[in-house]
């Protein structure tokens, strides 16, 4: 809810004080403006001409105390601004600030037509952790059966253990 926020005869009579030059309201939302009086009970005249945004035009207020005028801002008005004069002592005193009358965010689009991305495809670490060492040891039976002497089996172990031990650090470490 946008909020302004006008105080009459605070420093004097007739005075008058806005809480903001600007304020930015959606499009088919309200402009809230509060009018607080200091002093004895007062007319003050609220205005615009921004009749493309609003259709409120103008309002001649008593103010005791405190009151609040709800302007609403036009569905389908467009983008822009428009200027609200407060004015109090039978015209002697004017303040004004702009209303910045805006789009509203849109909302993010949830549609059932929109590419879903994919993830790519991963192989799980208990696959790789089970599948390395199986597909070393394939690699060691067919390097004895390859090379048959006993030089070579023991080379062949020792080459089993090396490369199951740097295949269990690659794993470990990706995790």
């Known amino acids: 809810m946008a909020l302004v926020e006008v105080q009459l005869n605070r420093l004097g009579i007739n005075s008058l004080e806005i809480s903001t030059d600007s304020v930015d309201v959606s499009v088919g939302t309200s402009l809230h403006v509060r009018i607080i009086n200091y002093g004895a009970p007062t007319h003050a005249t609220l205005k615009t001409e921004g009749n493309a945004y609003t259709s409120f035009t103008y309002e001649n207020l008593y103010?005791?105390?405190?009151?609040?005028?709800?302007?609403?801002i036009l569905p389908n008005a467009n983008p822009g601004s428009f200027v609200m004069q407060m004015i109090s002592g039978y015209g002697m005193h004017r303040e004004e600030f702009t209303v910045n009358v805006l789009l509203p965010e849109p909302e993010p689009c949830v549609c059932e037509d929109a590419p879903v991305e994919k993830e790519p495809f991963k192989i799980p670490h208990q696959v790789i952790n089970g599948v390395m060492p199986a597909l070393a040891l394939?690699?060691?039976?067919l390097w004895i059966a390859v090379f048959p002497s006993a030089p070579g089996i023991l080379m062949a172990v020792i080459i089993y253990v090396i490369m199951l031990a740097g295949i269990l650090i690659a794993c470990r470490s990706a995790q």
Do not use: A, F, P, T
């Open 138 to 141: 394939v690699v060691l039976i």
């Open 63 to 72: 103010v005791q105390d405190e009151s609040e005028v709800k302007i609403e």
